[in-house]
């Protein structure tokens, strides 16, 4: 660990000289919401290269009770079509941070962006990403490293 990241990692207390360790020291999180594992497999060689875990969970309710805990820096879903676990889960992610950087896998088609849209305006979430496909690798370490800047963990970018 180079003087740089070291010096990131421990905060001192200037009246009682308590050393203790800071958040850098927490490698950021990505949240996948999904029943069944794909979307998390698929990113997970990329996440596990730039030092980012990867956390499932299963549906916006676990979503809802894991975030607080894990302090996710972006969360990441694949959906069919618009419905209720979509916007459950949408709901979820703006009662925790509403600049929560979100990456929704789904069918481009003009009735779900509509959907998506009014939903993203209803809950008043600012860094929905919406795609037709899973997203390449490319993509993939562009919504990332957005996520890290977005999230205060430039270490990723240091890496």
Not at 106 to 117: E, K
């Amino acid at each position: 660990m180079d003087q740089h990241a070291a010096a990131e990692a421990w905060q001192i207390d200037p009246i009682t000289s308590t050393i203790r360790p800071c958040d850098a020291i927490r490698d950021p999180v990505v949240m996948v919401v999904e029943e069944m594992p794909a979307l998390g497999v698929a990113i997970a060689e990329v996440c596990d290269f730039l030092r980012i875990r990867v956390e499932h969970v299963s549906s916006a309710r676990e979503l809802a009770q894991a975030m607080p805990h894990q302090r996710p820096i972006a969360v990441l879903s694949e959906a069919r079509s618009i419905d209720c676990s979509v916007y459950d889960l949408l709901m979820a992610v703006a009662s925790y941070d509403t600049a929560l950087p979100v990456l929704l896998v789904i069918n481009d088609q003009p009735s779900q962006r509509g959907a998506l849209d009014a939903a993203q305006r209803l809950w008043q979430l600012t860094e929905v990403s919406r795609v037709g496909q899973r997203p390449g690798i490319r993509g993939l370490i562009d919504f990332l490293f957005l996520a890290g800047r977005k999230s205060g963990a430039e270490r990723m970018l240091r890496a």
